[in-house]
């Protein structure tokens, strides 16, 4: 059956597993101190353009949402994240387990508007019973957005400023970050995106790992004694080297990139094949998840042939369903899928 | 440079790597829910002799037990532990951090005491501030202890019985359960562990994983809604093809048991070898950790030329030091730390 | 200067106070065993036409949500609320604080909708990926409103089907409860209220307690020893007497009910002056709290004389403002604040 | 009946009362900011020689512990007490609710020994894997301690020290602060508590008031936004003023002094009673709680004519019980009492 449901269907890059066999049997020391952690930190430093930063490796997203979040902010702050943010919705209520409420504004194609951000910061600043509500500690957005969307340069830019303006931290999930980075539609690069956010982190899970995140503090502002949150939140592997081989690898030779160029190469021939079998798009994505409007029926039918994610209702007849393509993704894959359609 | 310093400083085993690399490109659904994870549950079950047992995998040791402990207690109630289990000294407060309380009792070379613990149970229902107190919702031992150490099938038992004439329920932490299994001087199998607990954990991590830890609830009676809970915790790994693939490995041809036994073959060598230069024990333990009292001074020097773990203080001119074996230590190994001792 | 910035700008109704001084130095039991505390529930109990209800005191509004919802719920679900709601805005996180997400849906002048609550619900259960969401465990309303709006019987039915329907209890938030059942214009008794919710509060604080408010299981339903929940959350009053003896006092010849009727009394006054002098109101309410739409400048003025509370802005030059009575508001008081108007 | 059972068995002093009575229709702004609040914080701050003080009225001690503890620590951080310290034992698990462990050392007589704290953190910080464990954030100390027994004013300034050398706060549980200040066997007094610790509450419930403490940062240093965590918490009460003019007669013409004196003189009376007659005393206590050993079926028969309380096992045959005096005992109580002895 042809796969289009997710991006993380796949084990790993095979260069990542021929690293790990390579390595397989060198003695290391655990929790992150080996030499492949620092030498994959030393690499995403230079990528970024951030000699300050500081790099943590975590397992999976919602882990990472959680452990950065919740050492951020303080006991009465929350986060403030648009109503579809990833935090919000398909976290299980992790951030509010760790006692910190998410305070919603409203999205548009998944993005957070920085002139409604700035709003909702004044209200609250402006509001004589402030003191009996939740603080905005930082400011919490994806790129890609779980639409798929992007931030441009500029979107950014003001998002930042706005966040420096009432000195609150601005951090990004980049979940699928290769797959923005390498959009041709997009003008941020990963130095903008350290330059806007005081935290962000380059997912791996989506983009060719077998698993893992690496969490950038972009200017030595790791919150103090980081590692103990992390080791708090069950997120401190004890092999840290898994982590750190996997991330030498893919900012080795700039194999991050590549893959997810490889991943929005599929998504645009995916693209055309829809649009020239007229399909209605739900929004324009210019990553690797794209949705469409499908009448149910058609759908049932489809289901039986394909994997694709049904993503929201759309109206009595009609569904949103996702097709996401990834770094593992086959030019056949996509044919076939054209044939099927 | 030799190193006992953990049992968690090399990869995975090579068996397991290979089957990672064999089915990597299987395009597979995501959380859990693949062929691998379902095989693998199916092997451990067999294993345990528990038909209707749960089976959760999870990423490392903190994250397991924090998410289990939490799945299971009520918002009133805390966890039962020695004072030196692992929860309650080297787990940066995950458990508090979920909310709640570790209730301690005495240890005895890292084991709790049947007697002891129906003894404290005994004095809080027969409190009658009981109201205002903790109450104990449930019971944590580790096998083998921090120490090394290990129940006999009497002791778990016994603790078994208290446990449900209280009616809470049991909870091992089996981080590194395969050593305990294949220790010459235990009688307790797996079997045993699955009738005496209600709950427990095989350890991958320490025995040959790259992570993952295989949770048993062992009779039907995983908490209600138990995978929101990992999700909440940041423990459900997208690929959890990666788990699944590990734990059928280990579960294939008794893999686990021979590398356990493997780690317990070393350790005996390494045990007679110390013994044979008079070393001092610090307590006598039948698994893969053996711990030593060594002069400052000695210990000081030795330092340069093997890894080992400080321990604890002893005195004033002695410490306690680790040495661990495992599933990949070499008998040269063994046989070059004698020749330096 | 004239108030009407709240229902809590004074101390307690004299009968209270009277009964407080004369049982002042009897030796009574801590923590809420003592013969007041009993004598409270049981008319309380009869009030509510619920023999099999419990009763707990608690000291204040946040708190009671606070201690009610997290004994409640369990730890991967939250509670469904009004996006206006109480605990959703205006109790600095304290929900979240106990590791809560508070689901919103929309309001409709401060109520929610039974239909878009059955919406909302069936939504969550139709949702293949809601093992990776928060558990709708609960609804929370308030009666009256943050708005001072009050469900219709067929309103609160409707709701309670909803839940029914669903499992999952319907908790009442009634801080305001007494101007609620005593409005003209509600058709809701304390009966029915008891009847359709699982659990509720019968709000003292604003209702001429000192403070205090009494929380209603309705049906033998409290959550398993929620004493300790109480204690944990630093919700139990060491001189429980003090709560008991308010709520006796309350609940002895209708009490409660009297002074409520008295302030919705006076609401009615304001309301027709207002009127009469052709004010804005921002919505109907049919309780002690009256919303209006001032011009800024009329506001500015307004505020030398006469204390109201700034509820929140209507436009560039308009600002909605509210205007409380209460149990100790003085016919003078509105006579006098028609002439100011 | 005669009754020793506790410190808060009566209701108010009723010069409290009277002030109640007296300000009761007085229209005052809610939530701590009305002029007996202010009034009662600067007699307390004159009181402590603090001019840069900080002081927040809250309800109940549990409630105060939890909310203090909480708005100090960082998430990865624990308070240090003893294994008998009232958060450890009787307060349901509140800080590990709120995320934080309590770190035990040895008790002796209920007291913390600065030498045994100064090994805890010289320990800890010694700790090679101290990044796995809970930071020491503060030291939680209690005045009188949970046995009535007293730290000298040497014992107070070597804590002091102790702290300041490793830069964690000292806070003071003061639920009987009146108790140990009246002492006539203590050297300690209100200004030295002030200048030793960093932050203290004044405990109000146990001595005198129907229900609150009082919070002393002592030197312009309450964690941030304190005000939002105590409503977080929920312990800010909609009328502070019932705290603010309880606190602010206590401290009128030394009410608080003089009630504790009459508490301590009582317990002197008593303790004299139980010497005269040759009971035996579980310790040494210089306050108004008096342990004593009885006698199994001697307890069981004085149980029918005296309210105390069943402290803990003595041993097969004995158990400590507790007498306690207070602001409200009458000479005639113990002179009663000696009768039935």
């Known amino acids: 059956m042809l ?27 655990g929790y992150g101190v080996d030499p492949y952690c620092e030498s994959a930190k030393n690499k995403i430093k230079e990528a970024c353009g951030c000699p300050e930063a500081e790099i943590y490796f975590l397992v999976g997203g919602t882990q990472t949402n959680a452990t950065v979040i919740h050492g951020i902010l303080r006991n009465y ?39 409604e951000l700035k709003k909702f910061l004044e209200e609250f600043y402006g509001d004589e019973s402030r003191e009996h509500m939740v603080f905005p500690g930082m400011v919490y957005i994806s790129h890609p957005t779980e639409y798929g969307t992007l931030y441009t340069k500029e979107e950014l830019r003001n998002l930042s400023e706005v966040c420096k303006t009432f000195q609150i931290p601005l951090y990004m999930d980049g979940a699928r970050l290769g797959y923005g980075l390498m959009s041709e539609e997009s003008d941020v690069t990963l130095k903008d995106i350290a330059q806007c956010c005081d935290a962000f982190y380059i997912g791996g899970t989506k983009v060719g790992a077998l698993c893992g995140e690496a969490v950038v503090f972009t200017e030595n502002n790791a919150p103090k004694n980081f590692m103990t949150t992390v080791k708090q939140q069950g997120a401190l592997l004890a092999k840290g080297r898994v982590l750190g081989i ?14 997810s160029r490889h991943g929005i190469e599929m998504a645009k021939l995916l693209k055309e094949g829809l649009r020239d079998k007229n399909y209605q798009f739900y929004l324009e994505s210019p990553t690797n998840q794209q949705f469409i409007v499908l009448q149910n029926e058609k759908m049932k039918k489809l289901e039986k042939q394909v994997d694709f994610t049904v993503w929201e209702k759309y109206d009595e007849n009609h569904t949103v369903v996702r097709f996401a393509t990834s770094w593992a993704t086959k030019k056949e894959d996509i044919e076939k899928l054209m044939e099927l359609l």
Chains 1, 2, 3, 4 share one sequence.
């Open 3 to 29: 796969s289009f449901a997710c991006d993380y269907g796949e084990g790993a890059h095979p260069e990542i597993l021929k690293r790990l066999v390579e390595t397989n049997m060198e003695h290391l020391p």
């Open 77 to 115: 702050e929350g986060v403030v994240a648009v109503e579809t943010g990833h935090i919000n919705v398909h976290e299980a209520g992790a951030i509010e387990h760790s006692g910190h409420k998410v305070l919603t504004i409203p999205q548009h194609n998944g993005k957070m508007d920085s002139a």
């Open 246 to 259: 996997q991330f030498d690898t893919l900012f080795t030779d700039e194999l991050y990139m590549k893959i």
